[in-house]
């Protein structure tokens, strides 16, 4: 057991899985990550800052949800995979993929704030200040950390 003192190593911590994402089944025979590990090897990724490794096993996790489920449901259960992807391609200046990836995460939950503040600092980055704005007063209102400050 480990003392109050030594660090924690992130590599040990189970991070789980997001609601929705069931471990897929495998056949014998062959190793396949689960839907549950590609997302937590994403987020340690992400931790890491390792986006670009990131937002690629986001996207594979991502692609499997989408053929395991009925059509027109994909967005269901996927909202926090989807916003670290946004997360994964600002960080790594993917900027026009972070816009529509945060778009997509609005579209299928308007409330969702920190999804209306990286959209309006992607728009930022990208100089389309105009565009920005309503997004950032939209992150405020619905209660977003600042990230100035």
Known sequence: M????????????????????????????????????????????????RYVRAAHRLEKLLDVHHHAISPGSFQHGTTAARLLLARAYYHSAQLSRAETAARSVLASDPMESYAALLLGRTLERLGRHDEAEPALRLARALGAPDLDG
Do not use: H, K, W
């Open 2 to 49: 480990a003392s109050m003192n030594t660090p924690l190593d992130p590599a040990s911590v189970s991070l789980g899985s997001p609601p929705g994402f069931a471990p897929a089944a495998v056949s014998p025979g062959t190793r396949e990550d689960s839907p549950s590990d590609l997302y937590e090897q994403a987020r340690l990724d992400f931790i890491g800052r």
